[in-house]
């Protein structure tokens, strides 16, 4: 790995795109624009929340890495954001969230009611502007994106006896949840480019999704409050289990095993339990397991980029695949 | 109006059309067949509580009268119950139902989480099978229409002073709710027919969606539970106002509106103060109102039916406006 992939920021990622991503918001207000006030009055709150842009910057990165021009970009751009949006604002509702990039959520501000309506409101938004792009092949990407997206999330609420997930299944959710949008922002970008090209980014956004997931797992068991803006502990707290646990079980000893069980009897666990399976994921090599798979995805994705000539994106497309394994929020 | 025409059944209109109506079961389990269980168990649940097939009825029926040949019809015919079905799914959520069709609704025999999700999964395999029919004129008619009735869904939540809902924001509601699908139905039924056909289908189902909805509002009103399966009053218990009250509303004597209001102050109200407005919606006038402006669509829905040449399905579809408007359940 080139030695200034260490410590990159976000803001470095984004800089051969910056005015690109500046334009997406403009065009994510105009796809979502309602003239019904309590409509509108919900989109500025989510226009406010505006994350990373994370998707629409693998897609920009993607498309100039991947020498295809594309006027339908931009459109593109701020159709996979509403798409992603609707997602979140359902997995509020389902979830019960209060909390979304330290905002709270609209099931929190509004009602449940609201979540789900403007849910579909913004899914159907986005279906509208990709029929207005007049092609197929992106509704044909998106439609299969957002089905996965529906049946991992069953997959996750179904998993009611949890310390019997499995690896694989584990990778199936974090594919659906994660790794497919991933996939589609970078494929969409490469839309108009040669096969071989498109299929190495659509690769790449896969790989680049499950090391990503894996890592934001890991942080969960890694780092505290003050840092990712959410307690440390709260999948353990919410009975969710990932990769660290997943590892760990077959590892600890009955006793040990027996704590584990323990959580996940409780309908509310304190923080000693957690604190006590965070240290026993820790100790028996969980976390360790956690961070080879995302580095062997790192990896994984590393390689698919070798298909697309030498540039300043390519290498920002290398630099996220170091950001995504390597942040700490 | 035809002398057959009162006392019609629905299988009177379904007799046409009867063998095609029966493929629609196949073709829905189809679309949304899933693999993993939870997925198929719900799907399962879905298909037994399967409804009248309404709007596929409505659709082939349109398909014959305007002469479209059209071998993608049966398709389409379970892609809109499955969009349907989506809808139901949601709005019981949203509204927190116990019963459709008889039947539990999912969100009383799962959970509200598995509505959401199962709404999703529902929708978006409606959006795959339209993608593989490879053409976006359908695409283009679903997603308006299933943006529309998001919106609708969002101006019901948002009428929070009940009393002050006008007539024009009646119409504009159930349009989004009922009408805009049962015109998308007639529509797709005729998209290879002749331009004026087509349109003459879109405002047939228009008209004949708005007066069904006029119809089932005055059922509330009029019909008792043995006949809807539903209390009667149900819609003044959940403080729903429809077009009998905002018609009654202004004819109403200053101590009569003070019932209404009375009524509309209690959490939970009982059966007298029901009966009591529903006394005073007939005596004002306010059945009488609905019932004018169901027959007013109804003889729009008539009109719109002169663009296409004698047929048996032509005489179906006029059966179906004396079935929407005269139907007691």
């Given at each position: ?44 709150h989510l226009l406010r929340m505006k994350g990373k842009l994370f ?29 992603h949006l609707?997602?979140l604002v359902?997995?509020d509702?389902?979830?019960?969230s209060a909390l979304r990039r330290g905002m709270p959520t609209l099931?929190a ?119 990712t803006g959410k ?98 929020s």
């Amino acid at each position: 790995m080139p030695p200034q992939a260490a410590g990159v920021r976000l803001a470095d990622l984004q800089r051969p795109v910056a005015p690109l991503l500046d334009a997406v918001a403009d065009e994510l207000r105009r796809i979502i624009a309602a003239d019904f006030p309590l409509i509108a009055e919900v989109n500025g709150h989510l226009l406010r929340m505006k994350g990373k842009l994370f998707r629409p910057m693998l897609m920009f990165l993607s498309n100039r890495a991947a020498l295809a021009d594309d006027v339908r970009l931009l459109r593109f751009a701020a159709i996979i954001e509403v798409t992603h949006l609707a997602t979140l604002v359902h997995d509020d509702s389902v979830d019960h969230s209060a909390l979304r990039r330290g905002m709270p959520t609209l099931n929190a501000l509004y009602s449940h009611q609201v979540s789900v309506i403007m849910g579909d409101y913004l899914y159907s938004r986005a279906i509208i502007e990709l029929v207005a792009v007049d092609d197929l092949e992106p509704l044909r990407i998106l439609s299969r994106v957002t089905n996965e997206m529906t049946v991992g999330e069953m997959r996750q609420l179904a998993a009611y006896d949890a310390l019997r997930f499995t690896e694989e299944e584990y990778g199936f959710l974090i594919r659906a949840k994660t790794a497919s949008l991933f996939s589609a922002a970078c494929e969409l970008g490469a839309l108009r480019a040669a096969p071989a090209r498109r299929a190495a980014l659509r690769a790449y956004g896969d790989a680049l999704g499950m090391a990503f997931q894996i890592t934001d797992d890991l942080l969960d068991y890694t780092e505290g409050e003050a840092v990712t803006g959410k307690p440390s502990g709260l999948d353990l707290k919410e009975h969710k289990v990932t990769l660290p646990l997943i590892a760990a079980l077959p590892r600890l000893a009955p006793a040990e095993r027996r704590e584990v069980e323990a959580l996940f009897a409780e309908q509310a666990p304190g923080s000693a339990p957690v604190a006590r399976v965070i240290e026993l994921v820790a100790r028996s090599g969980g976390l360790e397991y956690a961070r080879q798979r995302a580095e062997a995805y790192a990896a994984t994705a590393e390689a698919a980029l070798e298909e697309l000539p030498p540039s300043l994106e390519r290498d920002a497309l290398r630099d996220a695949i170091t950001y995504a394994v390597e942040r700490r929020s």
